[in-house]
């Protein structure tokens, strides 16, 4: 005769420093819903956008305040002046012959920029060579040599690259060996272990772990060289037989048109902003960020 023990049912032990929080259905709620305000700050270009319209209500206020067209015009006379210039087509006009010389002088920045940091990342020679020239070419103003530039190459658009490629090498240079310096040895010799040597390290390892720092000296060149542009062509005027947007500021600001020279000047901060949030932004998003190298 065998007898069957009936299972116990130890009921289960309640902490008392626990407190725990359930729905009406007695269900413990994991989720809860955003707001409109934290679903809208969380987008970036809405924060930016937010930021601009103040900077222009900000604008507008002060301008009517001062009441002086000539002097200072309000965001709203600039802006129909802006308007007026895009549907004549001036500022496209001037703005393409700015765009023209500033990728021919990036260009050719980048490339001379990518033989220095491939040669000195593969000879201590290379190293020094970039370092000391960094240290003698950096700090030197590019607009500073303009004026040898129009006595090398005359009136024109080469002058005006001379100084643009100068703008931008050294940075692009200097962050890019500097990225290259920060890869871990462990990534190089996994690199050196599948078999790859010189241009093949430099491609297959060494510029996808230091593309952070190659994209920062991609953006520094960026600024350095439009900015350079614009000062050039303020200075002195013409590049390849027709004015940018730095000569139609300097033709304006001649004939006492203040309210076309603050539109030019619009009109650099708004192809400022696009590279900036479009084209860069649209690059980190599809690299860096997808790899996991930023947040």
């Known amino acids: ?23 009406a259905a007695g269900a413990i709620s994991v ?34 305040w001062l009441d002086n067209p000539l002097l200072f015009p309000t965001f709203s006379a600039t802006v129909e002046a802006f308007a007026t210039a895009i549907l004549s087509g001036e500022i496209p006009a001037k703005a393409l012959v700015s765009l023209q010389t500033l990728a021919i002088g990036y260009g050719i920045g980048i490339v001379l920029a990518a033989l220095l940091t491939t040669l000195a990342i593969g000879s201590r020679i290379g190293t020094d060579l970039l370092e000391t020239l ?10 500073a040599l303009l004026p040898l530039a129009l006595i090398w190459f005359g009136l024109g658009q080469g002058s005006v690259v001379f100084v643009l490629v100068h703008s931008v090498l050294w940075a692009i240079a200097l962050n890019t060996h500097a990225g290259f310096r920060s890869v871990s040895n462990t990534l190089r010799m996994v690199g050196l272990n599948y078999g790859l040597r010189n241009l093949g390290l430099v491609r297959a390892i060494l510029i996808p772990a230091a593309f952070p720092s190659i994209l920062t000296g991609l953006k520094v060149g960026w600024a350095f060289a439009w900015r350079t542009l614009i000062a050039a062509e303020l200075v002195f005027g013409v590049s390849s037989g027709s004015g940018g947007l730095g000569w139609y500021i300097f033709e304006n600001r001649n004939a006492l048109e203040t309210t076309n020279v603050f539109a030019g000047l619009f009109t650099v901060i708004m192809i400022g902003l ?5 084209i860069f932004a649209n690059i980190e998003k599809k690299t860096i960020r997808r790899w996991g190298m930023q947040h």
Request: charged share 20%; glycine share 2%; net charge positive.
């Open 1 to 23: 005769m065998t007898a069957t023990l009936a299972p116990l049912h130890v009921p289960s032990a309640q902490r008392p420093e626990i407190v725990r929080e359930t729905s």
């Open 274 to 278: 696009f590279v900036e949030n479009v």
């Open 134 to 143: 960094t240290a003698m070419f950096n700090p030197l103003p590019a607009i």
């Open 31 to 64: 989720e809860q819903r955003l707001s409109f305000a934290e679903l809208a700050y969380r987008q970036s270009w809405l924060r930016k956008a937010v930021v601009l319209a103040v900077l222009a209500v900000v604008w507008e206020a002060y301008g009517r």
